[in-house]
Nanobody, 127 residues
């Protein structure tokens, strides 16, 4: 089974930046970053396929950048101009089913059972 491990979370003030990394035992064709606040539904943030196409949630578009480094099996998320509402646990994931589209991966509700998940990394943005 694929193994995923996130890192790079931390605490930052509003307007700051963080870069998350996810080392995978193998890269999937459709991967992404998702986030969740306790008590709320997990939501898609940024997704990418093996051709390099990407899509983003409207709330992060223009601020976050997802990328895939095939040389070291690492999925990354560059997060700029962070806002308090970005505070969440961030998870990387690989889809075990071919999605209809990248946009579909961002459609709620996220079907948790369709993905293999990392353990998550906490991002806290203070005002």
């Amino acid at each position: 089974q694929v193994q995923l491990e996130e890192s790079g979370g931390g605490s930052v003030q509003s307007g700051g930046s963080l870069r998350l990394s996810c080392v995978a035992s193998r890269l999937g064709q459709y991967m992404g970053w998702f986030r969740q606040v306790p008590g709320k539904e997990r939501e898609g943030v940024a997704v990418i396929n093996n051709a390099g196409s990407t899509n983003y949630a409207a709330s992060v578009r223009g601020r976050f950048t997802i990328s895939l480094d095939k040389t070291d099996n690492t999925l990354r998320l560059q997060m700029n101009t962070l806002k308090p509402e970005d505070t969440a646990t961030y998870y990387c994931a690989t889809s075990e089913r071919r999605p209809q589209s990248l946009a579909a991966m961002l459609t709620r509700p996220v079907r948790l059972e369709y993905y293999r998940w990392g353990q998550g990394t906490q991002v806290t943005v203070s005002s």
